[in-house]
């Protein structure tokens, strides 16, 4: 949170997002949840996150995270932009060709799992699931483990 705010006093898209998001969902204690503020930070934030993937002044894993949160923005209806789950899972989908590990995450957890933008298809999500898990990622082998995945179907 600390880190959230001294981006946002900067006035780094990301961070912006981050504490727009986090006001959204409330961070326990540290953050009580307040929607109306959460969305008028996420409205702010939309055009800047997109001037940001289009600068030539930032990295290639600055902007691969940068298109992520534009594809949370489709998945969650954020800021006023309205829910497209099909263009969620085009962004999410570029973002995990790249390498991205919570996109390729997401593709296996919630687009092909639930057939959001996307059919249902659950070989392709244990396959995506599979790769984020064996990077570690808690979140990834806690829904591996709750699809049964690696269990007889």
């Given at each position: 949170m600390e880190y959230y705010k001294k981006g946002y006093n900067l006035g780094y898209p990301l961070c912006k997002y981050s504490l727009?998001?986090?006001?959204?969902?409330?961070?326990?204690?540290?953050?009580?949840?307040?929607?109306?503020?959460?969305?008028?930070?996420?409205?702010?934030?939309?055009?800047?996150?997109?001037?940001?993937?289009?600068?030539?002044?930032?990295?290639?894993?600055?902007?691969?995270?940068?298109?992520?949160?534009?594809?949370?923005?489709?998945?969650?209806?954020?800021?006023?932009?309205?829910k497209d789950y099909k263009k969620a899972f085009e962004i999410i989908k570029e973002c995990a060709n790249k390498g991205h590990i919570v996109a390729i995450y997401d593709l296996g957890a919630n687009f092909y799992y639930n057939g959001k933008g996307t059919d249902k298809n659950y070989k392709l999500s244990e396959h995506y699931l599979r790769i984020a898990k064996e990077t570690g990622l808690k979140r990834a082998i806690d829904k591996y483990e709750k699809y049964e995945y690696g269990e007889e179907r």
């Open positions: 727009g998001i986090s006001y959204e969902l409330g961070l326990g204690n540290a953050l009580p949840i307040d929607e109306k503020k959460g969305n008028r930070l996420l409205q702010q934030t939309y055009p800047q996150i997109i001037s940001l993937i289009n600068s030539q002044d930032i990295g290639e894993i600055e902007r691969i995270y940068a298109k992520f949160v534009t594809g949370a923005y489709y998945h969650f209806g954020l800021g006023g932009i309205e």
